[in-house]
T-cell receptor
Framework: AQSVTQLDSQVPVFEEAPVELRCNYS??????LFWYVQYPNQGLQLLLKYLSGSTLVKGINGFEAEFNKSQTSFHLRKPSVHISDTAEYFC??????????????FGTGTQLKVEL | GAVVSQHPSRVICKSGTSVKIECRSL??????MFWYRQFPKQSLMLMATSNEGSKATYEQGVEKDKFLINHASLTLSTLTVTSAHPEDSSFYIC???????????FGEGSRLTVL
């Protein structure tokens, strides 16, 4: 069975500072990895995904993540955050990638709070 | 990107009544849709996989008689919370994927409050 661990429940950071949100996963097979952002009372928006190829993945809003197979990690980074990045961030893993969609397992989420 | 829409976004009902939440794929067809439940400040828990034209597949621990799922067309899945109780109050989110894409798109969510 697959699982996702987001060790940091909350990450406070000052505006324009860099940030890293940690994500570790466990799975017995190859996985596909995703980061989603959720603003209050809204659904989820895909930030980026790793399916194959380059281990450094760039997403929207200046975010990037690096897939590290040996460390089973997929940490999310942004070199300079903005107030508008304040939101909940979820890491998710899928062991399958079918045309009909993936059955995702989510981490517990990390609340990123950007302060002035 | 593809658009998934949920309705209603918020609903308040009395205990014992039933509530229906709709999930629509607006610009693509989806043979499979997923229903998630999210408790305050917690992660999303997959409740069930909705399959067009066949029975939904429920995750362990989810009461299929309480959470009725119907996927009658390639663009619409509905979740009906039957005989709702206050403990059913939650944020329900659906997702779907355009065939061949593999990427999930999420609805805006529906917040259910049972009084």
């Amino acid at each position: 069975a697959q699982s996702v661990t987001q060790l940091d429940s909350q990450v406070p950071v000052f505006e324009e500072a860099p940030v890293e949100l940690r994500c570790n996963y466990s799975s017995s097979v190859s996985v596909y990895l995703f980061w989603y952002v959720q603003y209050p009372n809204q659904g989820l928006q895909l930030l980026l995904k790793y399916l194959s190829g380059s281990t450094l993945v760039k997403g929207i809003n200046g975010f990037e993540a690096e897939f590290n197979k040996s460390q089973t990690s997929f940490h999310l980074r942004k070199p300079s955050v903005h107030i508008s990045d304040t939101a909940e961030y979820f890491c998710a893993v899928s062991e399958g990638l079918t045309g009909g969609g993936n059955k995702l397992t989510f981490g517990t989420g990390t609340q990123l709070k950007v302060e002035l | 990107g593809a658009v998934v829409s949920q309705h209603p976004s918020r609903v308040i009902c009395k205990s014992g009544t039933s509530v229906k939440i709709e999930c629509r794929s607006l610009d693509f067809q989806a043979t499979t849709m997923f229903w998630y439940r999210q408790f305050p400040k917690q992660s999303l828990m997959l409740m069930a996989t909705s399959n067009e034209g066949s029975k939904a597949t429920y995750e362990q621990g989810v009461e299929k008689d309480k959470f009725l799922i119907n996927h009658a067309s390639l663009t619409l899945s509905t979740l009906t919370v039957t005989s709702a109780h206050p403990e059913d109050s939650s944020f329900y989110i659906c997702s779907a994927s355009p065939t061949g894409k593999g990427e999930l798109f999420f609805g805006e969510g529906s917040r259910l409050t049972v009084l």
